[in-house]
């Protein structure tokens, strides 16, 4: 990359990138996509020792496991990631998506299409495989994009970079549609959220303290991900089977990610014969359970949660656990303590399931089955942007779709307005 005096600098590059993956076609977008991949997976080695690094230095500096966990690169992870991008290259290109159309009376034919933002721009903490991805999603979509990753994964971050915009420039692609401000440190994090006019749009990911600095300080727009305090609710009705299952598989699957359950609330009525056999199923899995009074006399080796408890998002093998008096309660409980991000009910009625699928404001609401769904790749994206729990154009997990606007085009034979 070649070195440039002020993060405004790659801005600008990015914006003038963007005019010409604007105008690729969808083949030539499919083939620089898996050219990123075929460069991830010949490039492997030189990736893994660069993340070896930041993860090294991440343990030196304390950051916790859950963040040392995002931060890993394995050679299964890297396939993945290639893996990701191929699934990527192959889904339908929206660029041009007719969103709806009619003919005016006087012989106009209007239509509104699918665009692309121009330059997306990402900020996000210690998660390199996030470079990947919304690079991916940014291409395939027909945008540049210009990235900050943050110190903690600076070295696999620019290695990455390096890798995709090496790809690019060998299949004849601008490299400058991918920029990185990494090594601006919090001055790259400042110039992408007052970049008004060189940004279209910006997503953060991340902490809770990261996403709110960038949806307060930013001056362009911002599609905001959120974190993930997410709660499994086990109805009267909860199978026994499903209720273990789910719950554990909702929390330890991979616990250091925002769909990870946090806080699981059991009806009263339920309470007595699946407290106990969930909090041992958690416990065996290595999971501390912060009870309140009702879950500590019914469970054994339980922490006594705070109101602190509630309002967690832990990312560790870590949850709350509460008997609540009914669905209801439930529900407001989720209200007052959630983050919006995803919610499962346990439950065979019917009546329940549907009250709790329209009652519950959150991005993504299920019934009988794990929070851990709640993904790009799993709803068949490919990869992600981030998981939206904001309710303005993105909702929920983000694939190609939620990085194109819409404009207007119209087809006439010389009309004029009278």
């Known amino acids: 990359m070649m070195l440039t005096t ?3 600098t790659r801005l600008s590059l990015a914006k003038a990138a963007a005019r010409a993956v604007a105008r690729l076609t969808s083949t030539e977008k499919s083939d620089a996509l898996h050219a990123i991949a075929d ?5 492997s080695e030189e990736a893994l020792a660069a993340n070896a690094e930041d993860v090294a230095r991440g343990r030196d500096n304390g950051i916790g496991e859950s963040l040392i966990d995002r931060l890993t690169l394995t050679p299964e992870r890297v396939g993945a990631l290639a893996a990701a991008t191929r699934d990527v290259a192959a889904l339908p290109d929206p660029v041009g998506e007719v969103v709806r159309g009619q003919r005016l009376a006087n012989g106009i034919r209007l239509e509104q299409i699918r665009v692309p933002f121009g330059v997306v721009g990402a ?3 210690a ?10 999603l940014a291409l395939r979509s027909g945008n540049a994009v210009v990235l900050r990753g943050g110190s903690a994964a600076k070295s696999s971050n620019m290695v990455l970079v390096d890798i995709m915009r090496g790809a690019l420039e060998g299949v004849g692609v601008t490299p400058e549609a991918i920029q990185t401000v990494d090594d601006f440190g919090r001055d790259g994090a400042r110039a992408l959220m007052h970049g008004r006019g060189l940004i279209d749009v910006l997503v953060p990911r991340g902490s809770a303290n990261l996403i709110e600095t960038v949806v307060t300080e930013s001056t362009v727009p911002v599609i905001e991900t959120g974190a993930g305090n997410v709660h499994v609710v086990l109805d009267v009705t909860a199978p026994d089977d499903w209720a273990v299952d789910i719950t554990v598989n909702s929390k330890t699957h991979r616990p250091s990610v925002c769909n990870s359950a946090e806080s699981v609330l059991v009806v009263r009525d339920a309470a007595e014969r699946l407290v106990p056999k969930v909090a041992r199923a958690l416990q065996e899995a290595g999971v501390t359970i912060h009870g309140d009074d009702e879950v500590q006399r ?4 339980v922490v006594p949660a705070t109101e602190d408890d509630w309002a967690t998002e832990y990312l560790s093998l870590d949850i709350a656990m509460k008997v609540v008096d009914t669905l209801d309660e439930a529900i407001e409980h989720i209200d007052r303590y959630s983050t919006h991000h995803t919610e499962t009910i346990v439950t065979t009625d019917s009546r329940s399931a549907d009250r709790f699928l329209a009652e519950v404001d959150s991005a993504a609401v299920y019934v009988n089955t794990s929070t851990r769904f709640t993904d790009g ?3 068949g994206f490919g990869a992600e942007v981030g998981i939206s729990t904001q309710k303005l154009h993105a909702r929920g997990p983000m694939g190609l779709p939620e990085l194109t606007s819409t404009k207007w085009i119209g087809r006439g034979a010389g009309q004029i307005r009278p």
């Open 298 to 301: 019914l469970a054994a080796d």
């Open 6 to 8: 002020a993060p405004e």
């Open 39 to 43: 460069a991830l997976v010949v490039r």
């Open 127 to 136: 998660r390199p495989n996030v470079t990947v991805d919304i690079a991916a």
């Open 123 to 125: 900020i996000y903490e």
């Open 377 to 379: 790749g799993e709803y």
